[in-house]
């Protein structure tokens, strides 16, 4: 089964895929954060053959909800709605910063979180 992961963000959201058994993610592309997001990571469900998605899910320290967390709740009914796919939450808290602590910061760093919380959720699929 193949995941998409998303590192969703304001300005720009990183996408990762895993591999087709769905046992590790690797970063795949940055796209913008644009009125035409649905529709692009649609092409990339279709393009790759995606089964399911997870999606980072950020939170405050203390777990309470922070600014993107409704953006991101937008985002799950808009794909479940355009795709029917099952869509999975994962926390995503310094994705990015661990991101540029293994490659520094490149204009793919937004990728490799992407693929940081698809393989974290990947790990916790297979134990």
Known sequence: MRYLGIDYGTKRVGLAL???RG?????HD???NSPE????LESVIAEQHVEAIVIGHSK???GSDNPLHEAVTELVTDLTLATGLPIHLEPEQYTTQEAVRWQGRTDKT???AAAIILNSY???QHI
């Open 60 to 62: 405050q320290l203390n």
């Open 122 to 124: 990947l790990s916790r």
């Open 23 to 27: 046992q590790m993610a690797f970063p």
């Open 110 to 112: 937004d990728a490799a």
């Open 37 to 40: 997001l649905v529709s692009t």
């Open 18 to 20: 895993s591999d087709e």
């Open 30 to 32: 940055v796209v913008p």
